[in-house]
């Protein structure tokens, strides 16, 4: 490779183009890779035809490597579309995958014929010294580059685990690559032109759910307050952005490290939504509470997963039952609607967990009503994805479907893009429900969603939501969910907004 490497970046379709946000990890990665070559970006969210135009952009440009994101679940179809377009293409072109996928499944990534190298966790770093290497790849070569999963002589090789960090804070993410980035701010509950950021990057928890928990290995690292300032001057004052989902892993950390940042976002006054923990909203003082005030936070996303102390020990959440009720009365009194997503249907004590839950969630609906429920199906990481400081220190209980045989995860992207474990990644269903359960919790959801319609929802008319909200009063107020035929048919006519589905 005697001149500077160019990489062709794909973001493959995940989303629809009213929800699409920017692709913010190819972004950094471009200005990472920018540095000492070239990149390209093409977003398959806003781009249908990502496909055929990823293989024109390499017709029309030589690139040195492809480098695809993949988030899993409903991305990994396309994602092996793109991929095995450009190689029956260009055979000999490199193709990285990198994102959750590749580093919670990196073996059945490898076992792919189109993919050559995996990048696990983070990849401003290991990218670009992947793609330098290639112009005279030798095995000695790629076998020093942290995090990075290869094939030697058809054996898979796992380089060791990059050490994570926020990665130069001095870059400018090229917002310009994007086209004219102004297409990706959307109405929202938030405002007229809401954009997407990420300030703070990783997670110090370790939740057996959770692929953030895998990727990062329980670190989180925080901007420096003059980014935060740049970043969002930029999306304000250039790109006209009104409010910001900032969708850190984890927005409240420690305290000390967050007033910083607070300060910075009370001065923009843009209203803004994020993830959240119950403990750490409770641990703010009160001058932090005013800072949050002005800042203008409307909605903070709370992972409560579930009303049994002895679970949320057990799946390493680090909170308490106690918290989150003391949270939601906390968001009441400060004008903040908690958002609260919960996992049922754990593999043990199924139906018990679930139907608990179900009672949970009223009782935090009879202490504020504006409580917005997100409910998802409780679906752990497989052993082999979990990180390797938590296999070492805590084996995963066996998984068991419902005829009592263990559960045998898939071992490449094509069985990983089936129906049943694009649910089961994206916490939609497991192997051990029964249809019983699985028509149980669908009918809760159905009744609570029609009863509480979300704020979020900007499409359905008002007068629809109040009606599909007094059809279903009777229902909830009896716990009488069983077929809620008639909701089902209003919303057919109505579609509710669905947050899980469709993002703010």
């Not at 008639?486 to 469709?502: K, T």
Request: overall charge neutral; some cysteine; aromatic content about 10%.
């Amino acid at each position: 490779m005697t001149n500077a490497p160019r990489t062709l970046l794909i973001n493959p379709t995940i989303t629809s183009r009213r929800s699409a946000k920017f692709p913010l990890s190819l972004l950094h990665l471009s200005a990472a890779l920018d540095r000492t070559g070239s990149s390209q970006i093409i977003d398959g969210n806003v781009d249908r035809n990502f496909v055929d135009d990823s293989v024109r952009a390499m017709e029309q440009t030589s690139f040195d490597a492809v480098g695809i994101s993949v988030m899993g679940g409903p991305q990994l179809a396309p994602a092996i579309a793109v991929s095995t377009a450009i190689r029956q293409r260009f055979p000999a072109v490199p193709i990285v995958w990198g994102g959750y996928f590749p580093t919670l499944n990196t073996d059945a990534t490898l076992a792919a014929p189109y993919v050559d190298y995996a990048v696990r966790g983070q990849a401003e770093e290991t990218l670009p010294e992947l793609v330098a290497a290639l112009g005279g790849e030798t095995d000695s070569k790629l076998a020093v580059i942290g995090g990075l999963s290869w094939k030697r002589d058809g054996v898979i090789v796992h380089n060791p685990n990059r050490r994570f960090t926020l990665g130069d804070t001095g870059l400018v993410l090229p917002y310009d690559k994007l086209g004219d980035p102004r297409r990706y701010l959307a109405p929202s509950y938030l405002g007229r032109r809401t954009a997407a950021h990420q300030a703070a990057k990783g997670c110090r928890f370790r939740c057996t759910f959770c692929g953030v928990a895998a990727m990062f290995g329980g670190t989180t690292v925080l901007p420096a307050a003059e980014r935060l300032e740049r970043d969002l001057s930029y999306l304000k004052h250039e790109l006209g952005a009104d409010s910001v989902l900032y969708f850190d892993n984890n927005f409240f950390d420690r305290e000390q490290d967050m007033v910083p940042l607070l300060e910075v976002m009370a001065r923009f006054e843009m209203p803004w939504w994020c993830f959240a923990r119950s403990d750490a909203l409770l641990n703010l003082s009160e001058s932090s509470w005013k800072l949050i005030r002005k800042s203008r936070l409307r909605m903070a996303y709370i992972g409560a997963e579930s009303p049994n102390g002895q679970m949320l020990k057990e799946i390493r959440k680090g909170t308490r039952p106690d918290q989150t009720i003391e949270a939601v009365k906390l968001c009441r009194r400060h004008g903040v609607i908690p958002e609260l997503s919960f996992m049922v249907a754990p593999p043990e004590n199924t139906e018990e967990e679930t139907e608990h839950t179900f009672e949970f969630i009223r009782t935090l609906k009879r202490i504020n009503p504006q409580t917005e429920v997100v409910i998802y199906v409780y679906t752990p990481l497989p052993e082999n994805s979990r990180h390797e400081q938590d296999r070492a220190k805590r084996p995963a209980k066996p998984l068991f479907d419902l005829n009592g045989e263990p559960v045998v995860f898939p071992t490449t992207p094509e069985e990983w893009a089936q129906p049943r474990w694009v649910d089961y990644t994206c916490h939609a269903d497991a192997p051990w429900l029964d249809d019983r359960l699985r028509q149980r919790i669908h009918d809760f959801v159905t009744v609570l969603r029609c009863r509480f319609p979300t704020v979020q929802d900007l499409r359905s008319p008002t007068w629809a939501k109040r009606s599909l909200s007094a059809m279903a009063g009777w229902r909830y107020r009896y716990g009488k969910y069983d077929r809620p035929w008639e909701l089902e048919l209003a919303n057919r006519l109505v579609r509710l907004h669905v947050p899980q589905v469709s993002g703010l």
